[in-house]
């Protein structure tokens, strides 16, 4: 039977009820924290973490991990930057980036599914040779760009940008991907069994590549927000977005061994983890206490989700000895 | 019938011995072609006291790296480390420096201090079941953040001669202190891996989790104790940091994780699978990037530039690991 309370879903229950703790707690010590206008900023800020977290739960329900958004939308923006300024148009610079985003993804694709390398360690090297680019070809120092996308991204109807239908659309978008298309299943099908998917007929290498591209484009996406939110290219942009949109995937209960999960998970994750870090700081705390807390909600979240998996799996399997010992009683009598 | 563990059964087949030595000698070749051009296209790099500064500017990572291999091995991967190198420095610091206690209780509250990191690790994985990656992304936040705690957002100036000579004392060949506690360390580890049950346990674990827990192995209890260890080392390779800087402060040793993995990586550790590889070859891996910085370095390249060179040795490290090693195997 499927229901809401189904033990399947009591992870992303605790996870919901921990958000509300979390939100409760810090609204007791501070007490102006979370109106509606602190609400709308979380909303603007967490934009791009949500879109990137949006394509890595395709990239972890196919059992590959992505380490290259934070720094690849850094560089993407410096790439936006340095051809709007060296040529005046906007246009051709996002062009340039969205080509970068969109070659990058399609290698990692490449090399992880027609080679077989560990996209932890491919995606690690782009994480490594990106932000360098992106420090070195500005000395560290931002760009300005200042143009239309600015005025686009900052309008606000209600207090609200178009950060938040965007959000809402792509993952609507990604909830229909995921569950109603071949792509989506397939996608479910390389993670939990790949060696099944291939004896299928699936063809494994272009779905895997695909997933890495889907990538690219999201963060190619995420980048020309923050580029038109700050007015400029920073190549210090995003500093550990691709840990942030991992822990949203995880602690929203998509397997880090693939083959399960879902888009509303992440979502549930992204709003715990955008909670968490707006709270945090609005306590004025220290990076270094900052630091501790996250650390510390996360590794007690995960161990007790852990742990709730771990009891629903023996519960089934109690359940299973009973009915057997039943059925075999019954053929005795 | 019991299990024949003679020798003869045991030792590996001729071929898989040949392959492993071409590994090594590939590795060592590529070493050597690197220090060949490397000379001949700049004047000062082949001086003595350059390459001897190469490996005084290694020490930290790769002392930091035999625990990254460890864990590597036995098929788990360590976020947390370069947190853990700075927390062990900052406890080992503060210790002295602040507390006025003496440098022998300094280094070892400091290597516990890492330690006690690595134990947390440990307990994370194999206890609660934490994906190593998550576990130890949290332990870095937790690290990072309490050696932060315990800098007060200062730094410490650590005064005792002793981290100083480290640097200062020469030993054999005007090699510095730290270089040969590296090269002790090294030496230690490789005997330790190849004649200890322990050693074996991690090669064998890595190599099939299931087999070796099935033929009895304590495999919790042996994971445990490899992250403990390499959180060990982590707090040892923070203390020769102090030597190095003579200074600790929150921005030594950021990103000291990918370093010590691209070592490992580089030294012909297998990437997509635990049991596979050695641990002095790492050493070897850092070595060579090394090498290479300091090349880049002289030639006056930018280090975000070098950085993103990295990267793509990084890749290629990937590359040769999957194009020459997984064909046979």
Redesign the interface.
């Known amino acids: 039977m499927r229901t809401a309370l189904d033990r399947r879903y009591r992870d992303a229950w605790f996870l919901a009820a921990m958000t509300v703790v979390a939100v409760v707690a810090f609204r007791i010590v501070e007490p102006s924290w979370l109106n509606r206008h602190t609400l709308q900023a979380i909303i603007t800020q967490n934009g791009p973490l949500a879109i990137v977290a949006m394509a890595m739960t395709f990239s972890i329900v196919s059992r590959h991990?992505d380490l290259s958004p934070g720094a690849m939308l850094a560089l993407a923006g410096v790439v936006t930057g340095l051809v709007y300024r060296d040529t005046g148009s906007l246009a051709l610079g996002l062009l340039a980036s969205l080509a970068l985003c969109l070659v990058s993804g399609l290698a990692s694709g490449l090399?992880v599914s027609f080679?077989?390398?560990?996209a932890?360690?491919?995606t690690?090297?782009?994480?490594?040779?990106?932000?360098?680019?992106a420090?070195?070809f500005t000395?560290?120092d931002p760009i300005v760009v200042d143009t239309r996308l600015t005025s686009i991204t900052n309008h606000s109807v209600g207090g609200f940008t178009i950060v938040a239908p965007l959000v809402v659309v792509l993952f609507a978008l990604a909830w229909l991907v995921l569950s109603q298309t071949r792509f989506g299943r397939y996608t479910y099908a390389l993670g939990g069994d790949p060696v099944g998917a291939r004896r299928a007929g699936i063809r494994v290498g272009a779905y895997t590549t695909g997933i890495f591209v889907v990538m690219g484009f999201a963060t190619w996406l995420a980048s020309t927000i923050v580029v038109g939110q700050l007015a400029s290219a920073q190549p210090y942009a995003a500093p550990s977005l691709e840990?942030d949109a991992?822990?949203a995937v995880?602690i929203g209960g998509t397997r880090?061994a693939g083959g399960e999960g879902s888009v509303a998970r992440t979502l549930l994750g992204v709003a715990f983890i955008s909670i968490l870090n707006s709270g945090l700081l609005n306590l004025g705390l220290?990076?270094?206490?900052?630091?501790?807390?996250?650390?510390?909600a996360?590794?007690g979240v995960?161990?007790v989700q852990?742990?709730l998996r771990?009891l629903a799996a023996e519960e089934v399997r109690r359940r299973q000895e009973a009915e057997q010992l039943l059925a075999e009683a019954h053929g005795y009598a | 019938m019991a299990l024949d563990l003679t020798p003869a059964t045991v030792a590996p087949p001729l071929r898989e011995r040949a392959r492993d030595a071409a590994e090594a000698f590939g590795t060592l070749a590529v070493a050597g072609l690197l220090l060949l051009s490397f000379g001949l296209t700049s004047g000062p790099f082949l001086d003595g006291t350059n390459l001897r500064n190469i490996l005084v500017q290694i020490t930290v990572v790769g002392v930091a790296a035999i625990g990254e291999t460890l864990v590597l091995l036995i098929g788990g991967l360590d976020l947390s480390v370069g947190a853990n190198v700075l927390f062990g420095s900052v406890i080992a610091g503060d210790l002295v420096q602040r507390q006025g206690a003496p440098v022998w209780v300094g280094i070892l509250g400091g290597v516990a201090a890492s330690a006690g990191i690595g134990l947390l690790n440990g307990i994370l994985t194999a206890v609660i079941g934490i994906e190593p990656i998550l576990a130890t992304l949290g332990t870095f936040l937790v690290a990072g953040g309490l050696a932060k705690i315990v800098l007060h957002s200062s730094w410490i100036v650590v005064e005792a001669p002793f981290f100083a000579d480290l640097v200062r004392t020469h030993v054999v060949w005007d090699l510095p202190l730290m270089v040969i506690v590296m090269f002790a360390l090294y030496a230690i580890a490789a005997v330790a891996m190849r004649v200890t049950t322990f050693g074996r346990s991690i090669y064998a674990i890595g190599g099939n989790p299931r087999a070796a827990r099935l033929a009895g192995l304590a495999a919790t209890r042996i994971k445990i104790l490899t992250f403990t260890i390499a959180g060990a080392f982590a707090g040892i390779a923070g203390c020769l940091q102090i030597g190095q800087l003579g200074i600790v402060s929150s921005g030594n040793a950021v990103g000291l994780e990918f370093q010590a993995i691209t070592a490992a990586l580089i030294g012909g550790l297998s990437v997509s699978a635990g049991g596979v590889g050695r641990v002095e070859r790492t050493l070897l891996g850092a070595w060579i990037v090394g090498m290479i910085t300091n090349y880049q370095t002289i030639r006056g390249i930018p280090p975000n530039y070098q950085q993103a060179l990295l990267g793509g040795i990084l890749l290629l490290a990937i590359l040769a690991d999957r194009l020459f090693r997984t064909r046979t195997t």
């Open positions: 991990i090399l080679l077989g390398l560990n932890i360690m491919v690690l090297a782009t994480y490594i040779w990106a932000r360098g680019l420090l070195g000395n560290g840990l991992i822990i995880i880090l220290t990076d270094a206490y900052y630091q501790v807390y996250k650390g510390a996360l590794l995960l161990s852990l742990l771990r």
